[in-house]
């Protein structure tokens, strides 16, 4: 019978425990819940409490987007400009403004002397103190019937140039001349027509014999003509060499504003006060410096750079925004004789003023944000172009050879490796270069804004008519 009993309390001791263990975990696991409804209950009264502030922010954002939407097919690097119709910048209306370009550089070149300005440009190649040698690579583009006219891409550039250094009395330190680098060079009836008044350099089959070869493919014929257009530079003693393409279009201050950044960042910095002439450091050389990136490869995405960029902007914006906004809220005309600004300064008003100006700042920011982002990177930067101070050296990206300035000393060793190496689709000739850069560990800069616009809406290298015509349009300074 005890026996009996104490099994019977045995097993009632152990339900009794495991009822207990069942309710404590129960009870646990009810501690995250009762915390989630309750913290979603009292933001829930929050919202609602707040509910006209959360409704004019968003009414803030839904206009801001709408006006944007509005001017997309207004602003081609913007995240909102593919939702534009691609007929909203037509074939004729990137025709027309080339038209109106290669018009004027023709009435330019007409008020010239042909022989005194080539005459001029070719004693200047016989000098050995020559500021700039530039090159400008060129190819004649044979467009389909759809294009009626001339493209004059070498006619604009070539008048642009001389236009831009005789405005800086600089037309005795270039050297600017034609690199016809065509498969059949007699055939480049505008590089020969310009040839009149700018040296003309030719490539000929002799000089490279798979020049025109079938089997060779338009990455490595880039590759080929490039180091033929350097090697014709370098034999002109000078301080920097410039290779360009011949639809690079030079702004009307890069030989200001490269001037200045040259003198100020590159031969020279600025230390304890005074100006130091900087020696070369053969652990970091300056290998080259890029005058022009494509706009669309310029968003903050691209870049670790370029997203740091926008961080920056976004703060500078959304701090200036937050402090006007403190000064006319919290300050008020002083109503005495004497004027000027008196605040509340009660602890109450300063700890909820903190907290609005906290609230404040955050949704500025976040506001900006978006809007800078959405609109894009080229716009902001096209401002620093309002002053050759505001211009920067940045670091380079692998992309592109529109326009880049070199150091004749790091030419030899370029030239020698890109002959020794095979341009692809997959290694095309920009990538090459950044690969020689890294195993020299040479130094790349990007001036920032461009100081030359590809104009080029015909590629020659693919052959073909470029996709997004608003950026040729709604050129930047293609003054």
Known sequence: ???????????????????NKYQSIKAIIKIPIRCAVSTTQILARKLWHHRKYIGKTLLLYLVTILCLYAVRCQLPY????????NDAISFAAVKEVNDQRLLEAREYLSTLDASKTKIQYLQNGDSNKLRYVIGVVSVARRTDVTYKGQLGYLTQVMSKLHKVTVDNGATSDIFPFICNV???????????????????VTKSYSENVSAGH???????????????CLETALKYKSDYVILIQDDAYPTESFYEVLEHLLKTKVETQIQRGERVTMVTNNERRLGWIKLNIPNSATNYHRNWFFFIQWICLTAVIAGISCLIFHLCKECKPLKSVHPGLYCSSTDKRKRTGYISSSLMLLKTFVYVLLVVWIIGRPYYMKLRATSPYFY????????????????????PGLINYLQKTTCTKQLPLDFALDRYRIEKNLKQYLVTPNLFNHIGFYSA???????????????????
Not at 1 to 19: G, P, Q, V, W
């Open 182 to 200: 065509d498969s059949n060079p007699g055939n480049h009836a505008e590089a020969l027509e310009l040839g009149t008044f700018f040296p003309n």
């Open 461 to 479: 290298l693919n052959k073909r008519f470029n996709r997004n015509g608003a950026e040729f349009v709604h050129m930047f300074d293609s003054s």
């Open 78 to 85: 913007s995240k909102l400009y593919k939702y534009c119709s």
């Open 392 to 411: 920067a050296l940045e670091p380079g990206t692998s992309c592109c050879l529109v326009a880049v300035l070199y150091q004749p000393s790091t030419l």
């Open 1 to 19: 019978m005890s026996k009996m009993m104490t099994d019977y309390a045995n097993r009632t001791n152990t339900i009794r425990l495991r009822r």
């Open 214 to 228: 079938p089997t060779i493919t338009s990455r490595e014929q880039e590759k080929q003509d490039y180091v033929f």
